[in-house]
């Protein structure tokens, strides 16, 4: 019998199962997300530990921890999956046909323009599965790390990832009251007016609320933060019921509801960004994924700003 590791390691299914559980940290996870029975993915879990002769997690109270062999065992079977389902796109395309699947994972504030980028691709590519992840900056960023998505969409670049990046879309952060706040009948704010004003900030890990940080200290001003909230639309309904005021997307007012709010007329914002969509550098780039880049690149981004500037 062969001793080379691939003979070893059972099944593609296995790390199917591996991967599953990696990702979500948990066994029973897996088995929902697998629609398989907890013990079978034990079973198979000690299958792949015994062809390797090294654990693969280990058991902290309910929390799985992986080792050291587990983490690149799993970054290989994310390696070999992503592969194989580029073979198949491969393949599909060879037929003639345009079919698999798209995986994007993008941060939270850009879900409200991401639909309709990938609409008109969907109607002229209808055999195409898309995956369409979101999660704050944070989570994105880790999945960025694990390589599990074809594209990632950003504003703010992240750290220490390889990648390569195309900026598609302008990203301007505006300051935001309600329709009656003394502020809202005002012109030429000056920024450190708002910092007498009840501030409500996004979470910790939120793109915005990194941008917002770091403009601010670039401009030596502060907020007065009275509430943390992890959602845009939250933020939206918080500041129309006066809560405070905030600063947000102007894509989040675009593409969502905005009746109630005022755009501040604040001389040192809107704060000036880009949207970003980036792939891994080393991942290997299956057709689907060439031609949504493709689209993005010619008319994807003119398709938004036309939207964008209808909506105004």
Same mark, same amino acid.
């Given at each position: 019998?062969?001793?080379?590791?691939?003979?070893?390691?059972?099944?593609?299914?296995?790390?199917?199962?591996?991967?599953?559980?990696?990702?979500?940290?948990?066994?029973?996870?897996?088995?929902?997300?697998?629609?398989?029975?907890?013990?079978?993915?034990?079973?198979?879990?000690?299958?792949?530990?015994?062809?390797?002769?090294?654990?693969?997690?280990?058991?902290?109270?309910?929390?799985?921890?992986?080792? #050291?062999?587990?983490?690149?065992?799993? /970054? &290989?079977?994310?390696? +070999?999956?992503?592969?194989? *389902? =580029?073979? %198949?796109?491969?393949?599909?395309?060879?037929?003639?046909?345009?079919?698999?699947?798209?995986?994007?994972?993008?941060?939270?504030?850009?879900?409200?323009?991401?639909?309709?980028?990938?609409?008109?691709?969907?109607?002229?590519?209808?055999?195409?599965?898309?995956?369409?992840?979101?999660?704050?900056?944070?989570?994105?960023?880790?999945?960025?790390?694990?390589?599990?998505?074809?594209?990632?969409?950003?504003?703010?670049?992240?750290?220490?990832?390889?990648?390569?990046?195309?900026?598609?879309?302008?990203?301007?952060?505006?300051?935001?009251?309600?329709?009656?706040?003394?502020?809202?009948?005002?012109?030429?704010?000056?920024?450190?007016?708002?910092?007498?004003?009840?501030?409500?900030?996004?979470?910790?890990?939120?793109?915005?609320?990194?941008?917002? #940080?770091?403009?601010?200290?670039?401009? /030596? &001003?502060?907020?007065? +933060?009275?509430?943390?909230? *992890? =959602?845009? %639309?939250?933020?939206?309904?918080?500041?129309?019921?006066?809560?405070?005021?905030?600063?947000?997307?102007?894509?989040?007012?675009?593409?969502?509801?905005?009746?109630?709010?005022?755009?501040?007329?604040?001389?040192?914002?809107?704060?000036?960004?880009?949207?970003?969509?980036?792939?891994?550098?080393?991942?290997?780039?299956?057709?689907?994924?060439?031609?949504?880049?493709?689209?993005?690149?010619?008319?994807?981004?003119?398709?938004?700003?036309?939207?964008?500037?209808?909506?105004?």
């Amino acid at each position: 019998m062969s001793s080379r590791l691939h003979a070893r390691i059972g099944t593609f299914r296995q790390l199917e199962i591996l991967l599953s559980v990696y990702q979500n940290e948990s066994i029973k996870q897996a088995a929902t997300e697998l629609h398989l029975t907890q013990p079978t993915i034990s079973m198979q879990l000690k299958k792949l530990s015994d062809s390797i002769n090294m654990p693969l997690y280990d058991q902290v109270g309910r929390k799985l921890v992986f080792t #050291e062999a587990g983490k690149s065992l799993a /970054q &290989a079977a994310q390696d +070999v999956l992503n592969r194989m *389902e =580029s073979l %198949e796109m491969d393949l599909s395309q060879l037929r003639g046909l345009k079919a698999g699947t798209l995986r994007l994972s993008v941060v939270t504030t850009s879900k409200y323009f991401i639909p309709h980028l990938l609409g008109p691709f969907c109607q002229r590519y209808p055999d195409v599965d898309i995956e369409f992840n979101v999660g704050n900056r944070q989570q994105i960023i880790e999945r960025l790390r694990q390589g599990t998505d074809d594209f990632f969409v950003f504003s703010n670049l992240p750290d220490s990832v390889d990648f390569e990046a195309i900026d598609f879309l302008e990203n301007p952060l505006v300051a935001i009251a309600p329709s009656d706040h003394p502020l809202s009948r005002r012109t030429n704010i000056d920024l450190k007016q708002l910092e007498h004003e009840p501030f409500l900030m996004r979470e910790k890990g939120s793109g915005t609320r990194y941008a917002i #940080e770091s403009y601010l200290k670039s401009h /030596q &001003a502060k907020v007065t +933060v009275r509430m943390t909230i *992890e =959602s845009n %639309e939250a933020i939206k309904h918080s500041v129309m019921s006066g809560l405070g005021i905030s600063i947000l997307s102007e894509h989040t007012l675009a593409f969502g509801e905005s009746k109630g709010l005022k755009i501040l007329d604040v001389k040192q914002l809107p704060i000036i960004s880009k949207w970003f969509l980036i792939r891994p550098r080393n991942k290997y780039i299956s057709p689907i994924a060439k031609t949504f880049l493709n689209y993005i690149e010619t008319e994807g981004r003119e398709l938004i700003r036309e939207q964008l500037k209808n909506l105004h």
